[in-house]
């Protein structure tokens, strides 16, 4: 096995420390990175940005340069975790980067569309040659318009700012806001063939469709055009910057100089220019009114502002805010207030209730006391009045007994001495049948009169009553050669009335009336003057008024005010309670009593009582007896 020469293995060892000394170089310059955002995919992004790359890697050939593709997110997370040197991006990618991590714009791309100003991006709104329906960016409100993509930054965005500037919220005012995604030609067409009132498109697009004859651009008008210095595309809106290239905060100055030189340096024509479709690198342009249109439109970095816009909106209107939140105040404690107030009546109304129900009770108790009273009361009065008349009575029964006894004897004798025919002894049965229903009608009178009963309202016939008062004082009026006349009204509505109560009145009436005349002498006036007179009549108002004249001794003055007390009498055995009884009677029954001097000497007593369908007494009245 041949042995290395000395001078191969110093070769070698001069090899190996050429090598690790170029490795060392190697480690201390890494190749540039040039993240590039590969937004139709990495192939494309290959295809039209690795030229570009490798020119720079041409420009430095101690480090070279490797171009990174990266998505949007892929973006963000190299440009957070500092892995590149520049990011080549496009301009609202930009503009968030600058301001979420600091990126700064060194070159802008430049086109050969670009204006006086240099920018170049912009948005044309088409709508069909024919639709003059349309003929301003607010017309477009309640149509359907088509647009690239939501996140196309000329396809859409830049169109938006405008639309919002002429006063048509897109997402808000039309019809349907629909995209057409990629290949965005798709929105041409559909404007072309209706399927849309509008459309938006990146700005240049319409001419190039139209340059490689895949439209013609007669068809269409452009809403709202501006003309633009230098810029010979149609446009609808401001141009904005094209696509920048921007160093990261880490990257070193000299570098991102050299770099920018190594840009500008390069010829119109090269090769990568053309294959990323640019005719070259420019100053960096001022990003700032993409800034301002982000932040109207609230996307990019200033997505925040969608989520402080109550606070906006409150900063906004704070005095209608403040108007509300006062009036919220006033009505919480307003309705605290009512509520405490209702909670403080209910308790009274509660305690006021008990006490009233209690009080009822006890009333109704008072009441039925009052009543079983009275009923006593009016019982020993009819007891008394016919106490009274006893003597009358019995004089009265008398008749009919003495007629029977009288006809019993007759017939006796004649049968005794047979000769009474069939007929004539008939008659005197007759007789007899007819004297002792008169006796039975006498005592059926005064059982009825004195029976103990409830009292109880129905509409009565008021001459029903007379009638039946005056049969009890017959006897008495007999006696005292006072003859009673009658004088009783033939339309009389019926009264809601006790008739048994009714009769007691006008009996003490009548009683009263024959008790001040027994005194007088039957002079020579003994004719028309001598007399009781009942009468009843419907008084002014429709009452029923019910009289009983008399022409006895009247009333002294005495008499005169304490008529209606309690136990006032001058009679001898009387007791004074026959006119108080009468007075409550015909209170309870919603009428009154009263007493007059009689023009031709004596007392009228007077009293009315309501009919039927005018107003009843209470059963609260009923009860004020005496
Ligand atoms: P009494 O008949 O038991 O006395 P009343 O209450 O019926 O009780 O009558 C009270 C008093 O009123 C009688 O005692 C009498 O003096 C007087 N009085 C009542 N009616 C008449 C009358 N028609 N004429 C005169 N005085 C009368």
Same mark, same amino acid.
């Given at each position: ?89 496009? %301009? ?40 003059? =329906? ?119 100055? =000299? ?99 008990? =006490?009233?129900? !209690? ?52 017939? %006796? ?17 007759? &007789? ?35 009638? &039946? ?83 006895? !001794? ?15 009498? %001058? ?53 004020? !007896?005496?």
């Amino acid at each position: 096995m041949p042995r290395p020469s000395r001078s191969t293995l110093a070769g070698v060892l001069v090899a190996l420390w050429a090598g690790l000394g170029m490795a060392d170089t190697a480690a201390a310059e890494p190749p540039i990175r040039v993240g590039v955002l590969a937004y139709r995919g990495g192939d494309h992004a290959n295809a039209a940005w690795e030229p570009t790359v490798r020119y720079l890697a041409e420009r430095f050939p101690d480090r070279g340069a490797e171009m990174v593709p990266l998505d949007l997110p892929g973006m963000d997370a190299a440009v957070r975790d500092r892995t590149l040197d520049f990011v080549l991006t496009n %301009t609202g990618n930009y503009v968030e980067l600058e301001a979420r991590y600091g990126v700064t714009r060194v070159a802008t791309l430049h086109s050969s569309r670009a204006g006086a100003s240099g920018a170049s991006i912009g948005s044309t709104i088409i709508v069909r040659a024919e639709r003059t =329906d349309i003929r301003d960016l607010a017309d477009i409100k309640g149509r359907t318009v088509l647009a690239g993509d939501p996140d196309a930054f000329g396809g859409f965005q830049i169109a938006w700012g405008e639309m919002l500037k002429a006063g048509v919220d897109p997402y808000r005012d039309l019809k349907e806001l629909r995209f057409s995604g990629f290949p965005v030609d798709r929105v041409a067409f559909a404007v072309r063939d209706g399927t849309a009132d509008a459309g938006v498109l990146r700005a240049c697009l319409l001419e190039e469709l139209a340059a490689e004859g895949r439209l013609d651009p007669a068809r269409f008008r452009v809403l709202a055009p501006k003309t633009m210095p230098g810029f010979d595309c149609a446009v609808s809106t401001d141009l904005y910057p094209d696509w920048p290239l921007a160093r990261l905060a880490s990257t070193p100055e =000299d570098l991102a100089k050299a770099v920018v030189v190594a840009l500008f340096e390069m010829p119109a024509d090269h090769p990568a220019a053309k294959a990323a479709g640019y005719e070259g690198w420019t100053v960096p342009l001022d990003y700032q009114s993409v800034h301002a249109l982000f932040r109207s439109l609230r996307i990019g970095p200033y997505r925040h502002l969608r989520e402080v816009s109550l606070v906006e909106l409150a900063r906004e209107h704070w005095e209608w805010l403040a108007v509300g939140v006062l009036a919220l105040l006033w009505w919480a404690i307003h309705s605290l207030r009512v509520e405490h107030l209702i909670k403080v009546r209910t308790a009274e109304l509660r305690t006021a209730n008990r =006490d009233l129900v !209690h009080e009822m009770a006890e009333r109704r108790r008072a009441q039925e006391d009052a009543r079983e009273r009275q009923k006593e009361m009016d019982h020993v009065a009819r007891l008394s009045i016919l106490g009274e008349m006893a003597s009358n009575l019995a004089h009265e029964l008398n008749q009919p007994l003495g007629a029977i006894a009288n006809y019993a004897r007759g017939c %006796t004798r004649r049968l005794e001495a047979g000769t009474g025919n069939p007929d004539q002894l008939l008659e005197v049965t007759r &007789a007899i049948a007819e004297q002792a229903d008169r006796a039975g009608q006498i005592i059926a009178r005064i059982r009825n009169f004195v029976r103990k009963r409830p009292s109880q309202l129905e509409p009565i016939d008021v001459n029903d009553a007379i009638r &039946a008062a005056v049969a009890l004082c017959e006897g008495q009026a007999r006696n005292g050669n006072v003859p009673i006349v009658l004088s009783l009204a033939g339309d009389l509505p019926p009264v809601p009335a006790d008739r048994v109560q009714i009769e007691q009145v006008v009996l003490n009436l009548v009683k009263n009336a024959l008790d001040a005349m027994a005194e007088t002498v039957p002079g020579a006036a003994e004719d028309a003057g001598r007399k009781v007179t009942v009468s009843s009549a419907r008084d002014g108002e429709g009452r029923v008024e019910v009289a009983v004249a008399d022409h006895g !001794h009247g009333l002294s003055e005495e008499a005169r005010s304490r008529l209606f007390d309690p136990y006032f009498t %001058t009679k001898a055995g009387g007791m004074g309670l026959g006119l108080s009884i009468c007075r409550s009677i015909v209170e309870t029954h919603g009428g009154h009593l009263r007493a007059t001097d009689n023009p031709g000497g004596g007392v009228v007593m007077r009293f009315v009582l309501p009919v039927a369908n005018g107003a009843l007494p209470s059963g609260e009245e009923q009860q004020h !007896h005496g």
